[in-house]
């Protein structure tokens, strides 16, 4: 992670209060077309390639299957059928269990019983790098968002961009980070440069 990244972070939490219907309505849903990604981010001013860029930080974290079920029959031409199957058993086994958003942070016995040929590129800690767009490229991805981003001219020769350069990949999602973390705040809105990003001010110790 480069000093930039980390400083947007850090810039990037300044509301003081959460409501599930704003986050509903501004951002992208895992669900959404790649003209409903696209002009989801225009609103905010990003671009295409942008939205590609961001979209890598699928490499790292989790979701819920609650927000990947389209994913579980989806045909193989979108989704790797052992991923598929992989998925599928994952979720089977609870009321909405969370996965990984990399197969490369994924259970090694999960992944010798769907897809052994991955179990090489499997790894012990979770890190952010350029591997979302090679997952993407080989259908491997969790999200119906993340597989639209191949549907579109554009985005799909910036995901084969980012695929072939993570050193590039790194620089510019540094500098989306840092634009993502300057949008300004709704109007009376009021917002903190918090200490600890996961709760204001007032209640950190």
């Known amino acids: 992670m480069t000093m930039r990244l980390a400083a947007a972070v ?3 939490c300044p509301g003081v209060v959460s409501r ?10 895992s669900t959404f077309t790649i003209s409903e990604l696209i002009r989801n981010f225009r609103r905010k001013n990003f671009t295409i390639e942008e939205l590609v860029i961001l979209s890598g930080a699928h490499a790292v974290g989790v979701g819920h299957c ?6 579980l029959t989806a045909p193989p031409e979108q989704i790797l059928p052992g991923y598929r199957s992989l998925l599928a058993g994952k979720c089977a086994a609870g009321e909405d269990p969370i996965v990984p958003n990399n197969v490369r942070d994924e259970d090694p016995a999960a992944v010798a019983a ?10 012990k800690f979770e890190f952010l790098d350029n591997s979302y767009y090679h997952n993407n490229l080989a259908r491997i991805v969790t999200f119906n968002s993340d597989w639209q981003l191949l549907t579109e001219k554009k985005a799909r020769g910036h995901v084969h961009e980012y695929a072939d350069n993570g050193t590039l990949w790194d620089e510019d999602f540094s500098d989306a980070l840092v634009k993502l973390s300057k949008l300004p705040l709704p109007p009376k809105a009021k917002g ?11 209640h950190h110790y």
């Open 10 to 12: 850090v810039e990037r």
């Open 20 to 29: 599930a219907a704003d986050a509903q309505r501004d951002l992208p849903d």
């Open 66 to 71: 609650s927000s990947l079920r389209a994913r």
């Open 114 to 123: 769907t897809i052994p040929s991955f179990l090489p590129k499997l790894r």
């Open 192 to 202: 903190e440069i918090r200490r600890h990003c996961r709760r204001v001010n007032t």
